[in-house]
């Protein structure tokens, strides 16, 4: 069990790790994170700051916008302040990564699953015109809805 606002208790279903892609700065990063608790009844998906914080990374927050910074001073995601004083962040699942070569401070990962591209989008939306697509992900309109460029 965890208690929420108001001391709202919900039952946790498991404990586990996710591993997550992100694209910032015309980059794309691997995270991994662990312990991560499996509650179905929650509406968002959480990260902890304070975890995030005590791994020896950190973040930014300034004018609605969060950054999350890794331990070696690299922006990994940029979050963008919604409702109820959330931050949402655009990741994707990957499935698993092999780190390829490190050079200097940086990391570089393959991942075997990239966002999905236009054409598979297309189809997913019922065929929907590539400009509709287009005004849609603009506009940020669909949670999830990220392109492999």
Same mark, same amino acid.
């Given at each position: 069990?965890?208690?929420?606002?108001?001391?709202?208790?919900?039952?946790?279903?498991?404990?586990?790790?996710?591993?997550?892609?992100?694209?910032?700065?015309?980059?794309?990063? =691997?995270?991994?994170?662990?312990?991560?608790?499996?509650?179905?009844?929650?509406?968002?998906?959480?990260?902890?700051?304070?975890?995030?914080?005590?791994?020896?990374?950190?973040?930014?927050?300034?004018?609605?916008? @969060?950054?999350?910074?890794?331990?070696?001073?690299?922006?990994?995601?940029?979050?963008?302040?919604?409702?109820?004083?959330?931050?949402?962040?655009?990741?994707?699942?990957?499935?698993? =990564?092999?780190?390829?070569?490190?050079?200097?401070?940086?990391?570089?990962? =393959?991942?075997?699953?990239?966002?999905?591209?236009?054409?598979?989008?297309?189809?997913?939306?019922?065929?929907?015109?590539?400009?509709? @697509?287009?005004?849609?992900?603009?506009?940020?309109?669909?949670?999830?809805?990220?392109?492999?460029?």
């Amino acid at each position: 069990m965890v208690t929420g606002i108001g001391g709202t208790k919900v039952v946790v279903k498991g404990r586990g790790t996710i591993n997550l892609i992100s694209k910032c700065e015309g980059c794309t990063h =691997a995270l991994q994170l662990q312990h991560v608790l499996h509650i179905p009844t929650n509406k968002n998906h959480l990260i902890s700051l304070g975890k995030w914080d005590s791994t020896g990374n950190s973040y930014q927050s300034n004018q609605r916008i @969060l950054k999350l910074i890794t331990k070696r001073g690299i922006t990994i995601a940029v979050a963008k302040k919604v409702e109820n004083n959330l931050y949402k962040i655009q990741v994707g699942v990957r499935e698993k =990564a092999t780190k390829l070569h490190t050079q200097d401070k940086y990391e570089m990962f =393959a991942t075997t699953m990239p966002f999905p591209s236009w054409e598979t989008w297309h189809k997913r939306f019922g065929h929907v015109s590539y400009s509709g @697509l287009q005004k849609l992900w603009e506009k940020n309109l669909v949670y999830g809805f990220n392109v492999n460029t």
